[in-house]
């Protein structure tokens, strides 16, 4: 808000019940008196045209204001008053007129002064002069000496579609259709260049050329013209892009400075020059209403107002902010005129038709303040004073807290009673179990076991002290898993009434879950109306997605954890999953996936280990971390307080490339199919124009084969479709083999480092488990920036790690970098560095001590914690963003050399990668096969072998006597990719 405000000299209402906007106002000597001051003009939306001379005395109570005699002109027109200006529209005379735009008519009056017969005066008549209808809806206009014609000035009348209609005063010019004209921008006349400038709708200010828009139509009258079907294309003659919508366009002309090209947008106003170069640029901290440039003081400088919906007015010079006065009403249109008694008023009018005409400065201060008195200031106190406050706030930072607090009145709990028990009746919706040899519908979700899928209930209460409202419960489980109902909506909740839903869990998909705990949400409004959010966390048992069997004594992956007590029964371990092993040794138990392979878990007899083996290592992580919880739970128990896991082997990270290897594959396949898909749909595109074409031609043509290749084309086009969704199912299998196998490769770290809490959390922060393939940013590309960010602080080994600037984000060619930076995080954390960095410790730097350095070397002596070493045959990755190589590759194939992915080598069809496969005899090339290397995803991926190939997808033209089939339900050996 500002301190001054503008001082009222001249005030009235234009009319009630009335609407005005930009445009309206028009400040000019329109009855060419002698005197040469001006009359305010104003038009209304509601056809109301009125003129005032506006005089005002000073009196001993300020200034008289508006009286009737300072109504000169009020007419009423038949049609809406878009647009008011005054020039030299009419040829043959030298006076200035009038010209004003109605949506479907543009019309130039006369406003003449006739003398009275008797002692009453004279009084002002309108006479129209001539005017011009126009074949389109109207938006704006502007005028000026157009071709650079002497004493006169010419019409230009914008439409809402973007034609520009020019009027050499009484007769039509021409008109001109601007190009790529969506949506019409202010325009203004520049002299000095003969051009129009406008707004796109593409937010770009564009400069058009008078000579180049005259010569640019074929058509010779105005109704041709209207029609604009023939023509030059217009070309803009400068473009500056601005990246806003434009609000008003204003050219200045003052003598001190070059011409230049004002353009206010919403949020800045941009200074060009007559050449479309950028002079300046103001940022406004507020929303512009209006502007005026109005004087040049200085040379090189132009004044100009601001009008803002704050209901202040700015003065600048240039870019400087000269002066702020606040007004009594939001201005939408701002002019500056000369009064008889006063010049240089600023005339302000807002949409409901008050018209201010006012002045900047200030009133003399009738109170004036005492002097204080002058005092010494004690710099020393000052600085001691100033030390305790930021002592102060830097303990009050430490003790706050950053969310905000919330009372307990209206507190809302989320109780959470978990049955104990599977359910007798299975609740699971949308699943069908099915053997290997049974049938499936294609609505139906895959899991294939021969045992029912169980499902297990939970019962949420929704428990408040002050009566809530707008209770919306919402139940999120990660993938595979499914709820029976994951939202209820309640409308209100209380302590006598408390909310209580039961839900169902159980497995959907045909793969593995990452992660067994589900969230529950509750969103409210408290009794003041406020949102409020509470959470609960839902901990699903194991046995909801695995059921015991008999242990498989060979398996190709084995994970040996280590304990410091002796070994536990398994009986004792597992009460709840024994099955068929129950009364057993304990020494062994077998737990199948639904759908999955077998995991056995061994319980040594003479050391203190246990092992876990499986055909597939991403299928190990859930038990893995059963066993060690498990176990834990099991010594806690029994008051044990200084039971440890540990692991001592070697990180199993060939296996965990594999899998994230086998994740980027199918990241990569999906972004070939979006791009063969794109070019199928530009060319059935271009085909279709090329048919509506023929069909449109008068002269029958024979069609070439196109309607044949329009079919197959769009064959092609649901076949792809098609093999985008079998493949985003494959996807998603992956993404969660993926993200069993980063939680597993994580919990061995954390077990092989001892890692503490703390350290835990940064590492799973950065080792994502989450693998979302939805959004633009993938989990590979993600990951490395995280990882080479740790690499970057705190496990830096010298401060030239320190230097090295990361790459940019996006989806690499291969996965050898983020494979390399894996293992350089595995090899520095098993060098005993921290990711923890306490702010009063050396590390604080995010080196790598030297002490720790000396340690690790003296531990080389001794057995290592690595993997099996492996030559590194890479070459030097020079990219930025490389942190070097590691001293122990830990047995990672990421040297080894992989294919890149070639940006500008899309998936090829029968040879052709862009156009249609050739036609052989009126015969559509079939696609080529395409194969998936080295895909490794266990049997939930390789559901995708039952899917049909390229070939099958898209029939031969020969078929096309027959109606489009769907796809084959066939099953096939072969995996086709891209």
């Known amino acids: 808000m500002s301190l001054?405000?503008?001082?009222?000299?001249?005030?009235?209402?234009?009319?009630?019940?009335?609407?005005?906007?930009?445009?309206?106002?028009?400040?000019?000597?329109?009855?060419?008196?002698?005197?040469?001051?001006?009359?305010?003009?104003?038009?209304?939306?509601?056809?109301?045209?009125?003129?005032?001379?506006?005089?005002?005395?000073?009196?001993?109570?300020?200034?008289?204001?508006?009286?009737?005699?300072?109504?000169?002109?009020?007419?009423?027109?038949?049609?809406?008053?878009?647009?008011?200006?005054?020039?030299?529209?009419?040829?043959?005379s030298e006076n200035t007129h009038l010209a004003v735009l109605h949506p479907r008519k543009l019309v130039v009056y006369s406003i003449t002064s006739v003398s009275g017969a008797v002692e009453h005066g004279s009084h002002y008549q309108l006479s129209m002069m001539y005017e011009q209808n126009l074949k389109r809806s109207s938006f704006n206009m502007c005028y000026g000496p157009f071709g650079g014609v002497k004493g006169r000035d010419f019409l230009c009348v914008q439409s809402m579609d973007g034609t520009l209609s020019v009027f050499e005063q009484e007769s039509f010019a021409f008109s001109r259709f601007l190009p790529g004209a969506l949506l019409p921008g202010p325009v203004a006349y520049v002299p000095r260049t003969d051009s129009f400038v406008t707004v796109s709708s593409s937010r770009q200010v564009e400069s058009y050329k008078y000579q180049v828009l005259a010569v640019a139509t074929d058509s010779k009258t105005k109704e041709e013209s209207q029609n604009i079907k023939s023509g030059k294309r217009v070309a803009a003659d400068w473009s500056y892009n601005i990246g806003e919508q434009a609000l008003?366009?204003?050219?200045?002309?003052?003598?001190?400075?070059?011409?230049?090209?004002?353009?206010?947008?919403?949020?800045?106003?941009?200074?060009?020059?007559?050449?479309?170069?950028?002079?300046?640029?103001?940022?406004?901290?507020?929303?512009?209403?209006?502007?005026?440039?109005?004087?040049?003081?200085?040379?090189?400088?132009?004044?100009?107002?601001?009008?803002?919906?704050?209901?202040?007015?700015?003065?600048?010079?240039?870019?400087?902010?000269?002066?702020?006065?606040?007004?009594?009403h939001i201005p939408v249109d701002v002019k500056v005129a000369n009064f008889q008694d006063l010049k240089g008023v600023i005339v302000t009018l807002d949409e409901e038709g008050h018209l201010d005409c006012s002045y900047l400065g200030t009133d003399p201060a009738m109170i004036v303040s005492g002097q204080s008195e002058a005092r010494e200031i004690n710099y020393a106190q000052q600085d001691e004073e100033m030390k305790q406050l930021q002592r102060n706030i830097k303990e009050q930072s430490h003790k706050a807290n950053v969310l905000p607090s919330r009372s307990s009145e209206d507190e809302v709990s989320i109780d959470i009673q978990m049955s104990s028990s599977l359910d007798e009746v299975s609740q699971?919706?949308?699943?069908?179990?099915?053997?290997?040899?049974?049938?499936?519908?294609?609505?139906?979700?895959?899991?294939?076991?021969?045992?029912?899928?169980?499902?297990?209930?939970?019962?949420?209460?929704?428990?408040?002290?002050?009566?809530?409202?707008?209770?919306?419960?919402?139940?999120?489980?990660?993938?595979?898993?499914?709820?029976?109902?994951?939202?209820?909506?309640?409308?209100?909740?209380?302590?006598n009434r408390p909310a209580e839903v039961f839900v169902s869990f159980f497995l959907r998909n045909n793969f593995l879950p990452a992660d067994l705990k589900a969230e529950v949400t509750a969103t409210y409004q408290n009794s003041a109306g406020a949102p409020r959010i509470a959470q609960g966390e839902i901990k699903l048992p194991v046995k909801l997605v695995v059921k015991p069997v008999a242990p498989v004594k060979m398996a190709v992956h084995k994970v040996t954890i280590e304990t410091n007590k002796p070994p536990v029964s398994l009986n004792d371990i597992f009460p709840d999953l024994l099955g068929e092993n129950a009364g057993g040794p304990g020494s062994a138990l077998g737990f199948q996936h639904f759908g999955g392979p077998v995991v056995t878990v061994l319980a040594s007899k003479t050391s203190q280990r246990y092992r876990l083996q499986c055909d597939e290592f991403e299928v190990l992580w859930l038990m893995t971390n059963e066993v060690v919880s498990r176990l834990n739970q099991h010594f806690r128990s029994r008051r044990v307080s200084d039971f440890q896991c540990s692991y001592a082997g070697t990180l199993p990270l060939p296996e965990y490339f594999e899998v994230l290897d086998a994740h980027f594959e199918i990241r990569l396949t999906d972004t070939r199919y979006k791009e063969l898909l794109t070019q199928r749909a530009v060319q059935f595109r271009a085909i279709q124009r090329r048919l509506l074409t023929r069909f449109k031609d008068k002269t029958p043509s024979p069609l070439a084969n196109l309607d044949t290749i329009l079919e197959g084309t769009y064959r092609q086009l649901l076949a792809l479709s098609d093999a985008v969704d079998d493949n985003k199912e494959a996807q998603a299998k992956a993404a969660g083999h993926l993200g069993c196998a980063t939680r597993l490769l994580n919990l061995l770290i954390r077990l092989w480092t001892n890692m503490t809490d703390r350290e835990f959390r940064i590492l799973e922060s950065s080792l994502a488990p989450s693998v979302d393939d939805n959004g633009e940013l993938g989990w590979e590309e993600s990951i490395d920036s995280a990882i080479t960010h740790l690499l970057r602080t705190c496990l830096a080994k010298n401060a030239k790690d320190q230097t090295v600037n990361p790459s940019p984000l996006g989806i690499p060619k291969d996965t050898t970098k983020v494979k390399k930076h894996i293992a350089l995080l595995c090899d520095r954390l098993g060098k005993g560095a921290k990711l923890a960095m306490d702010d009063s410790s050396e590390t604080d730097t995010g080196l790598v001590s030297e002490e720790t350095e000396k340690e690790a070397n003296k531990k080389k002596r001794k057995p290592s914690k690595s993997v099996d070493k492996e030559p590194n045959t890479a070459t030097t990755d020079e990219t930025p963003g490389d942190l070097g190589d590691a001293d122990v590759p830990i047995g990672s194939k990421f040297g080894e050399k992989k294919s890149p992915r070639r940006d500008d080598a899309p998936p090829t069809l029968n040879g052709h990668s862009n156009n249609l496969p050739s036609l052989r005899g009126g015969k559509l090339a079939p696609l080529a096969p395409l194969t998936l290397q080295n895909n490794k995803l266990g049997t939930g991926l390789n559901d995708l072998k039952k899917k049909k190939n390229l070939e099958s997808m898209v029939p031969d033209l020969d078929d096309m006597g027959s109606e489009p089939s769907s796809m084959v339900n066939g099953e096939d050996d072969a995996v086709f990719s891209m």
């Open 4 to 92: 001054f405000k503008a001082r009222e000299w001249w005030s009235t209402l234009a009319g009630e019940n009335e609407e005005y906007d930009h445009g309206c106002l028009c400040v000019a000597n329109i009855d060419n008196n002698s005197d040469g001051l001006d009359k305010v003009i104003v038009g209304s939306y509601h056809g109301s045209l009125r003129v005032f001379t506006p005089h005002s005395v000073k009196g001993e109570n300020g200034w008289s204001g508006f009286s009737a005699q300072d109504v000169m002109l009020e007419t009423h027109l038949q049609h809406p008053i878009l647009q008011v200006e005054a020039g030299k529209f009419v040829s043959a």
């Open 248 to 328: 008003d366009i204003f050219i200045t002309s003052f003598p001190q400075t070059p011409a230049s090209v004002f353009v206010l947008g919403d949020r800045n106003i941009f200074c060009l020059s007559e050449l479309g170069k950028l002079r300046f640029m103001k940022k406004l901290e507020y929303n512009p209403s209006c502007f005026m440039p109005y004087t040049s003081l200085s040379e090189g400088t132009i004044n100009y107002m601001v009008g803002a919906h704050t209901n202040t007015l700015m003065v600048y010079q240039d870019v400087t902010l000269k002066w702020a006065a606040q007004l009594q």
């Open 428 to 495: 699971a919706v949308g699943v069908e179990v099915y053997s290997s040899t049974h049938s499936m519908h294609a609505d139906e979700t895959q899991v294939e076991d021969e045992d029912p899928i169980p499902s297990i209930t939970a019962k949420i209460t929704v428990r408040a002290k002050l009566q809530v409202q707008n209770v919306r419960l919402s139940v999120h489980v990660p993938q595979p898993l499914a709820v029976s109902q994951p939202q209820f909506t309640f409308a209100s909740a209380d302590s």
